[in-house]
């Protein structure tokens, strides 16, 4: 990690009992939300700093030194003191400059002085990771925006922290609207334009192999094309950001075509048509799920919001499409499809991390 002012790489450090990284030319300093909450601040000016950072007014600071990704910069006030003070909310961090950590009134220390150094840090680290998980597990709080109760209504999973996109996902909205446009288009003589334009498997080849392509924007009710649109949406924007559109795009057209492949190889009966975008959604998400495997999705289940990560959410969700393509082997959905897309989401999304890692 490197300091957002000077860019030199930042320093361990026990500082109060918790474990900072600090700009070596006393730029700042880095911590977690969750260590910051055993210093003696108000617990509610820091609940209210991250409600503000998810949903407020704020301006965009700094770079976070952990993701590359724009903080937001907000004021926490405690007592006489004012705090400048930017926030990651995707990796829940917080950068003080020069001087703001020390002024923060802190919990006297415990009587762990005459540990060794190495030791008051394995302390500190397991102390924040108890609050972390203990956070995390206490965070099932509703949305921020009240349209999201009608998809959660619906059985869809919600996301309740944003992931910040940098850059417009044109390629994403331009997506959407080719599946709407395609929708608007077809559904009133349907049966025929899944017949001329769907992938059948024993006639792959048909109109020179373009149905491979074609059999993704077509759908096959309104419900089916809203349940898609509303992933691809929910998902796509934070993974064309991140991969960039040209490996974006890639992504999309490699997850569409593992998908087609491993329907035509499964396929019980070759001779019926799949259709759907689905196929390169599930891309979308798997990426996704392994890019942010710590934001958080909620479902309302029984009138309550329960929150879980999102690598928990994407692996029970391919327990569920493995366990429904064997039991539920003739149902209409292609469950197979499904599990093809995904694999070329997954090897993305790793060649990603390693490459931003470097």
């Not at 890639?250 to 997850?255: A, D, R």
Request: with cysteine; proline share 6%.
């Amino acid at each position: 990690m490197k300091c957002p002012r000077c860019e030199q790489k930042l320093q361990k450090e026990l500082f109060s009992g918790i474990i900072r990284y600090s700009c070596p030319h006393n730029h700042g300093s880095l911590t977690t939300f969750a260590a910051l909450r055993t210093l003696h601040v108000d617990p509610g000016s820091l609940n209210e700093l991250w409600r503000n950072a998810i949903q407020g007014n704020f301006i965009y600071g700094a770079p976070c030194p952990q993701c590359g990704k724009k903080m937001r910069m907000l004021e926490l006030a405690d007592g006489e003191f004012h705090f400048d003070l930017d926030i990651c909310i995707s990796c829940q961090t917080v950068w003080f400059d020069h001087g703001e950590a020390e002024h923060l009134p802190v919990l006297p220390p415990e009587e762990t002085e005459n540990l060794p150094q190495r030791a008051k840090e394995i302390l500190a680290e397991y102390q924040t990771r108890q609050l972390a998980d203990k956070t995390d597990n206490d965070s099932n709080t509703p949305p921020d925006s009240c349209w999201k109760i009608l998809p959660a209504l619906l059985g869809m999973p919600v996301k309740t922290d944003h992931h910040p996109v940098m850059r417009r996902p044109y390629l994403t909205w331009g997506i959407a609207a080719v599946c709407i446009i395609v929708f608007a288009v077809t559904f009133r003589n349907l049966e025929f334009f899944i017949r001329k334009f769907g992938f059948t498997p024993q006639n792959w080849s048909a109109l020179g192999g373009i149905t491979i392509l074609t059999s993704a924007f077509i759908h096959g009710d309104l419900v089916h094309l809203l349940g898609n649109t509303y992933f691809l949406l929910g998902f796509g924007g934070n993974v064309e950001d991140a991969f960039g559109r040209r490996n974006y795009l890639i992504l999309l057209f490699t997850s569409g075509l593992f998908a087609t492949a491993t329907y035509a190889v499964s396929a019980r009966n070759p001779a019926i048509p799949v259709i759907g975008a689905s196929g390169f959604i599930s891309g979308i998400i798997a990426a996704y799920a392994i890019t942010f495997p710590r934001a958080k999705l909620s479902f309302l289940i029984r009138c309550r919001w329960i929150s879980i990560y999102t690598w928990v959410a994407f692996a029970l969700w391919v327990i569920y499409q493995t366990v429904a393509f064997f039991v539920n082997y003739n149902s209409p959905i292609a469950y197979a499809a499904h599990l093809g897309g995904m694999i070329p989401g997954i090897v993305f999304a790793i060649a990603y991390k390693i490459r931003r890692k470097h």
